[in-house]
């Protein structure tokens, strides 16, 4: 399919170049690391940028280190990168996970972490991952850097603190002390590659302690706080789960759309809490657990 | 326009390309290599399908300019020396009918074995979980590619 829209393309080789870019250009600059939502964006006229910075030539992007108990992933991070890492598989399992729900093979190949949150579509699945581990988003301008908190990195759909002089650099995680264990689960319309109808992320940690996020259920993906205080200390018994339940209503704000009903999203995602819970709290204790997809 | 190198097929190519242009539409109208298919145009049908330096992506979200350099192979370029293995199973378990996601999914299923050769059934389901086929119900595609892990 042609493009109308014309653009210049520009490959800068280092970070400092590309900021020289930005500054100059701001808002009538696009980044371009996987392309996959760009693409689509510039082909279906929802954006029209003047120019397109190519980042793939920046070497120092591309890496992902694990070190003092932090994963540090560059901008340049693909899915694929991220799947075959087996540290990212043992110690950030929840993150593992839901890189491997996300579309398909030859999309996870271009398609970047960092993509994903500057794209900021309320589905998106590296979003509750990113939340239950604290992450926080090192962006830089020509004037200097700044961390940005994955909580207050997203404002609304599609929409982020990010500014336009700005370039994303690494997304950070952090792994609290002691035994975890973590599961992602998604609710598509069939197994295979699907966009999220919900998504929840579960962390749990020593002495009961829980964190959990949800997705594709509000403008932005959130940690629901109310359910990790109500359970804080507590055994997960059938009880205490159908309580954690009840607060779910109190957390997400799902809406009807051509996927599903808002009212099936409430209803699911109480059901995905409590089967996240388990798996989570099954993982803590060592054990090897296959999280069979929602359908 | 800007003149552009790319290996395609194993042999170099120069092309000359405005910033604008897709890389399927590249192949098929610039540089006359048809089996990518222009579907879905967004990514979700796998049509388009292509190796970029030995990793499937979809031609139809990756401009031409990006891959300056790069190598970039179709199932013509995997089936230099005759048919593929992969292919001669296609056809002996009838798993196209139309043909128009064979290529596609040929190219993810080559993907595949070359990463993982003893895939289970459930990797491969997922290796072609982006290959969109209307005609055969995906079940003669799976038994295809099984039937060349077996053969191994």
Known sequence: MAISHEFEYIKPKTIEETLEFLDKYKEKAKILAGGTDLAVWIKEDMIKPEVVIDIKGIESLKSIVFDNNILTIGALTTFSSLIRNKEIKKYFEVFWEAATT??????????TVAGNICSAVPSLDSGPALMVYDAFVTVKCKSGQRDILITDWFIGPKKTSLKPNELLISISLVLPNGKSGSCYKKLGRYKGEDLAQSGIGVLVLENKKYRISYCAVGPVPIRAKKIEAFLDGKDLSENTIKEAQKLVEQEISPISDIRSSKEYRMQISKVMLERALKIAESRQKGELVHSEPIL | MKKISIKVNGENRFVHVEPNDILLDVLRDKLGVKSPKSGCERGDCGACAVLINGESVRSCLVFAIECDG????????????????LQESFIKHNSFQCGFCAPGTIISAAELLKENPKPSREEIQEAIAGNLCRCTGYESIIEAIEDVIEKK
């Open chain 1, 102 to 111: 996300v579309a398909s093979v030859g999309i996870r190949n271009r398609a």
């Open chain 2, 70 to 85: 790069m190598d970039v192979r179709s199932i013509e370029g995997l089936s230099e020396n005759g048919l593929s293995d």
